[in-house]
């Protein structure tokens, strides 16, 4: 596979997945005002 | 309203909402279109649309439903008055119409479920198969009714002993599942060909327009924005639970479930077929790929037989988890009426299963409903909008979408979305299906008894907003009758 299919891949996977998980985190874990 | 039920905890309404959006169009729609419009190079536009169309709506649905506490029709006579009610009832014809067949989707998955479990699919034709099945009648009448079964009793249990409790379950599996299918896919020899058509950006594909209306489709039609589900769930938010972190939840959950059902489907296809046998199968349409070529794809798989199985359970509980909230919308409606759910309940079902038999016995029934009341949806959406910017998008914004509990902000790009960037969405993703509708049937594109063309669209919407229009004000009054009692 090539570098830049390598790059594409793991970019668009951490912005999906790194802004699912860290809203995700978030909800569950804020604190109410 | 009394004996309002709301989710019991966060985890139980973020469970809910992924339920309502990851469905079968994630897994049947997204690889096909992803792998025909230019891999990595669609998914710019789709990333880009989740952020101008299916954020703004998801917002708009939760802050709609928590702020008026009603159903689709009783929100926007709340929010935009009584003689606007026909608007709501338009967002919830649309999306009653597609539970009426999604019954039916619902239905094949289990049965491919259950045939790939007990070995039954092993050593046929695929194509034979599918084709034997869904012309015997009694076999897609069977699972659809199973279906609709299956989804009420859920609904009946109410909203955290049925909806949060299902989707508590259903959702989780489904994500383990994908993961488990798409490490296996990666894992094949050969499957850095998919990944490649995946991931590899063809750039010159952002120069053509279907590339970016092909992804705004898909965002409109796999997050589940615009269909008035979240606006359904929305009711049930505590006053707490914040608005925009819950749709960007939701929106980045879809997303994700997205790219792993691109990357179980894509790199096995091209792993195991011939590059033009693979992109054979991501023409041969949602019903084609999922239950022609998968089981093709499972059968000269090694452990083939494990995978179809964890394949279609994946596939079966996205599409029950979408049922469920499509059936509450609907019951959400009469129970606005005061009709309480276990009736209430009794009667969607018992109309599911009516309304959905055209579906499960012809093909050609159930494809003329998906085009028509898919193309429908995109409506819903500028209705959605058009009844925030109708409320006041700036008073919308600072009342209903940023509450004092609320932790994350929209801003002012938030009205400019909803009062521009979405109508401008709808008109350019609206005249674009209808122009390639036109194309697909040059002569007859007005006969109303076609199966996928204009033509039977308007006379399809049009009877639904004549009738919406003569019972607007009886609608209007229905849907916000009190309860007669605290409803569980």
Redesign the interface.
């Known amino acids: 596979m090539s570098t830049r299919t390598w790059v594409v891949m793991i970019v668009l996977l951490t912005i999906n997945w790194g802004g699912f998980i860290a809203a995700l985190l978030y909800s569950l874990t804020r604190k109410e005002k | 309203m009394k004996g309002q039920e709301t989710f019991s905890s966060?985890?139980g309404l973020?469970a809910a909402g992924l339920g309502m959006a990851v469905g079968t169009g994630n897994l049947w729609r997204f690889p096909r279109i992803a792998a025909q419009n230019g891999g990595?190079a669609f998914?710019i536009p789709w990333?880009v649309f989740l952020f101008t169309w299916s954020l703004p709506l998801l917002i708009a649905e939760f802050a709609i439903g928590r702020g008026m506490r009603r159903g689709v029709v009783g929100s926007f006579t709340r929010l935009v008055g009584p003689r606007y009610a026909w608007m709501g009832g338009w967002v919830a014809v649309v999306t009653v119409m597609i539970l009426f067949y999604y019954s039916v989707v619902t239905g094949w998955t289990l049965k491919y479920l259950v045939a790939s479990l007990t070995g039954e699919l092993r050593g046929v034709e695929p194509g034979e198969y599918w084709s034997a099945y869904v012309e015997s009648g009694w076999g897609p009448v069977l699972f659809h009714v199973i279906a609709a079964l299956l989804g009420g009793f859920v609904i009946l249990q109410g909203v955290v002993k049925g909806i949060e409790r299902a989707n508590k379950i259903l959702i989780p599996s489904l994500f383990v599942l994908l993961i488990v299918a798409a490490v296996r896919s990666v894992s094949l020899p050969g499957a850095?060909r998919g990944?490649?058509f995946?991931?590899?950006?063809d750039l010159s594909s952002l120069a053509h327009y279907r590339t970016w209306l092909e992804a705004l489709s898909q965002s409109a039609w796999s997050t589940g924005a615009g269909w008035g589900l979240i606006l359904t769930y929305g009711m049930y938010l505590r006053r707490?639970d914040?608005v925009v972190?819950?749709s960007?939840?939701i929106g980045?959950?879809d997303?994700?479930a997205s790219?792993l059902a691109g990357m179980a489907v894509l790199p096995a296809a091209f792993a195991i077929l011939a590059p033009a046998e693979a992109m054979d199968a991501m023409r041969a349409g949602n019903v084609g790929l999922m239950f022609i070529w998968i089981p093709q794809l499972f059968a000269r798989m090694p452990g083939g037989d494990v995978f179809q199985a964890i394949f279609f359970l994946a596939l079966f509980c996205a599409a029950l988890s979408s049922l469920i909230a499509l059936i509450e919308l609907a019951t959400r409606v009469l129970m606005d009426a005061a009709v309480p759910r276990r009736p209430a309940v009794a009667l969607v079902t018992g109309a599911v299963i009516v309304f959905g038999l055209p579906s499960a016995l012809s093909q050609s029934f159930f494809a003329n409903q998906d085009w028509v009341w898919g193309v429908g949806l995109m409506i819903s959406g500028l209705f959605i909008a058009l009844a925030a910017t109708m409320y006041g998008q700036a008073r919308f914004r600072t009342e209903l979408v940023e509450g004092?509990?609320d932790?994350l902000r929209v801003g002012r790009y938030y009205e400019w979305a909803l009062k521009y960037l979405v109508p401008v969405q709808f008109a350019m993703m609206f005249s674009w299906w209808m122009y390639q509708a036109a194309s697909w049937d040059p002569e007859g594109w007005w006969n109303p008894f076609h199966v996928e063309n204009v033509g039977t669209c308007l006379l399809q919407w049009g009877v639904a907003l004549a009738l919406l229009l003569l019972f607007n004000r009886r609608m209007a009054a229905a849907s916000i009758r009190e309860e007669p009692e605290a409803q569980a």
């Open positions: 966060r985890w973020i990595a998914l990333m850095e990944l490649e995946l991931f590899n950006p707490t914040d972190l819950n960007t939840t980045f959950g997303h994700s790219l004092d509990a932790d």
